[in-house]
């Protein structure tokens, strides 16, 4: 009897998805966000080498979109010089195809809607999760759509929604989003904004994380928006998860490239 | 059946493919707009300064020699001698009305060619209140004159540079400003497009063109409604406008014209139904030029108010529904069409609306049809485009 349960036990972590294995790390999670394709085109597996090397907990690739309505202005460049360098959604496939012989960290796709409607949603969560991603945030493809349309495509494919809230999301909605979201972990966007576009965070702002806080959320919440060093990684980590850097890093790579990495991730961790 | 539904779909188009960060502005919008819009109250202001200020009803007018011309019964809906010079207006003054009641303390709005960023800062300096269009960087280049109207009243014209651009990016970079600032703005969209409620609002405070058409042909004509409807489709707002009160209507066709650019299967045009598959833009579900990766690809036409990769997910629907029949015309057929409307009426129209105009090249109609034309701007804007083409 107990035979069995230890082995329903390993087929039960062995099928867990990375991202909630992950979550139940002591630590506050680092994540980072970067546009597949950019600086250079060949350069999206490297990249996620080297921040694995440098002891990142989780990277969300992203996949980009001509037309990004929630980036600002640097990923925005980053996106555009990215498709100028011929990424796309089958190209980006290719290149991460193999990537689980290399890497073992949770990995996120985030892009938009569009280029996976054309692709085809159950065949673009169906490749996806063949090639190992763990979960996948969509800006733009509303909750609700997602619940009604694709969730089944997700489950079937092990494949975490990721779900954003924002300053201004109810309360209730907050505690459906919670429920539904097993397993994984709540987007939680600092503020309204677009990607990039704050200075430090106000009080507002944590106020708002206190808040979260306190509805003792069974998911885990990870903050994204405004990150960019070790002052706004603790802030925003006071009651969350962790937190995602995107912008910060896109900046940092447009300057120092691939040798920048390791430099950048151990100042966010230790000032 | 071809208007939109309780969910904001038009059969299988629209919807609100929006991030979280703009749900609630778009959820505020849309738990209030029909309220406020069909008040008592609003109704009467609304009218009242369509009629003082934008000057309605337009005319229709019975086009004599351009119907002998091509034989057929041909009448202009004249939007043109609206205020500011288009069908723009109307929307800009419902959506100004409609902020206020929100108590909303500043705008923004996306031009392509500048008439609706000229609209919008027109209702704005009406109102009071500050106003900042956000217009692509080659545009800005492309229509100095309507950049100087609006900064003449009082708007702050602020270049998009990401992308293309262009329209496309202008609305993008509108979209991220609303993101921005989720409680005090309203962004007063253009066209017939956008997420829900954006396309039923805009073509609701459109609909007083056909709501005027059904009451003036009664009483100029020999027929209570039109044979056809037709007008020339970028986003598809003066479209909308018009078509609106013959929607379910089957008896009157609908014709919709697209901008075809140097031709359909030149890689330089504009004609999406021909072109576009079906996808998300700004926010909705609808056919929209794209490549195979599904990346918005940048659209081209004469007429920088046609050169929108997207079309309104009405329009999108009655092309997918076979209710509205589409045609495409090259940039060379619309400034003939033009050239033709000025000789023959004494009315030099948009290059936009010239489109329309061009379908009695391709299509014929039967004597006794009544067609309706909407004239929906004047060529005052185009003058340069014009002189260039035909070297005046």
Excluded at chain 1, 182 to 202: H, L, N, R
Excluded at chain 2, 55 to 66: A, E
Excluded at chain 2, 342 to 348: F, K, T
């Amino acid at each position: 009897m107990q035979l069995i349960m230890f082995k329903k036990l390993c087929l039960y972590n062995r099928n867990m998805n990375r991202i909630t294995k992950k979550l139940k790390a002591p630590h506050k999670l680092l994540s980072i966000y970067f546009t597949a394709g950019y600086p250079k085109l060949e350069d999206t597996v490297e990249i996620l080498k080297r921040l694995q090397d440098s002891d990142v907990d989780m990277v969300e690739i992203g996949l980009p979109y001509s037309d990004p309505l929630a980036d600002g202005p640097t990923i925005q460049q980053s996106s555009t010089q990215a498709l100028k360098n011929g990424i796309s959604t089958k190209k980006l496939f290719a290149q991460i195809q193999d990537i689980r012989q290399h890497i073992e960290i949770p990995l996120i796709v985030m892009g938009y809607f569009n280029p996976m409607l054309q692709y085809g949603v159950s065949q673009f969560c169906k490749d996806v999760s063949d090639i190992g991603i763990d979960g996948l945030i969509m800006p733009d493809l509303p909750y609700d759509y997602w619940l009604e349309h694709h969730k089944d495509d997700y489950e079937h494919n092990n494949l975490k929604h990721i779900q954003l809230i924002t300053p201004q999301t109810s309360k209730e909605r907050i505690l459906e989003i919670d429920k539904q979201s097993e397993d994984a972990f709540i987007y939680m966007v600092s503020s309204s904004s677009t990607t990039g576009s704050q200075i430090g965070f106000a009080q507002e702002q944590l106020d708002y994380f206190e808040r979260i806080g306190s509805y003792n959320l069974q998911t885990p919440q990870i903050v994204g928006f405004g990150i960019k060093d070790n002052e706004t990684f603790s802030q925003a980590t006071s009651h969350a998860k962790g937190a995602i850097i995107g912008s910060a890093f896109i900046k940092m790579l447009s300057k120092r490239g691939l040798n920048g990495i390791d430099g950048f991730i151990k100042n966010i961790r230790q000032p | 059946m071809y208007n939109v539904n309780e969910k904001g779909f038009y059969g299988e188009f629209g919807g609100a493919f929006i991030p979280e960060m703009l749900k609630p502005n778009v959820d505020e919008l849309r738990e209030n707009y029909l309220k406020i819009s069909e008040s008592e109250d609003f109704q009467r202001e609304f009218h009242q300064l369509l009629k003082d200020y934008v000057g309605r009803p337009t005319p229709l007018y019975f086009s004599k020699r351009l119907s002998e011309k091509y034989q057929t019964q041909i009448y202009l809906k004249r939007e043109d001698l609206c205020h500011t010079g288009a069908h723009k207006v109307n929307n800009t003054i419902g959506q100004i009305l409609l902020a206020q009641k929100l108590g909303k303390k500043r705008i923004i709005a996306e031009t392509g060619a500048g008439q609706h960023g000229v609209a919008t800062a027109t209702v704005c300096a009406l109102m009071g209140m500050p106003c900042v269009i956000y217009m692509g960087a080659i545009d800005i280049k492309r229509q100095a004159p309507n950049v100087a109207r609006m900064k003449m009243l009082g708007a702050k014209v602020v270049a998009a540079e990401s992308g293309s651009k262009t329209l496309k990016d202008a609305t993008n970079e509108a979209i991220r400003d609303w993101i921005n600032n989720p409680e005090d703005t309203h962004y007063i969209i253009g066209s017939v497009v956008g997420p829900h409620p954006f396309p039923d609002m805009v073509a609701r405070f459109q609909s007083v063109i056909s709501k005027e058409v059904m009451k003036q042909l009664k009483e100029q004509s020999h027929k209570s409604k039109p044979d056809y409807v037709l007008a020339c489709v970028g986003g598809g707002s003066n479209a909308a406008g018009i078509y609106y009160d013959f929607l379910e209507d089957t008896e009157v066709g609908i014709i919709a014209v697209e901008a075809a650019g140097k031709g359909v299967s030149t890689g330089e045009s504009a004609a999406t139904s021909q072109l576009g598959r079906q996808g998300i833009i700004h926010g909705s579900k609808t056919l929209l030029m794209q490549n195979a990766d599904g990346q918005i690809t940048e659209p081209y036409s004469i007429s920088a108010g046609l050169d929108y990769p997207g079309i309104g997910p009405m329009h999108a629907h009655l092309y997918a529904s076979k209710r509205a029949e589409f045609i495409s015309v090259t940039d060379d057929d619309a400034m003939q069409a033009g050239w033709e409307l000025s000789q023959l009426e004494g009315i030099i129209p948009a290059i936009e609306t010239a489109h329309a105009f061009a379908v009695f090249k391709e299509r014929k109609f039967e004597p006794d049809d009544v067609v309706v034309i909407n004239l929906s701007g004047r060529g005052d804007k185009d003058l340069n485009t014009y002189m260039e083409y035909f070297n005046l």
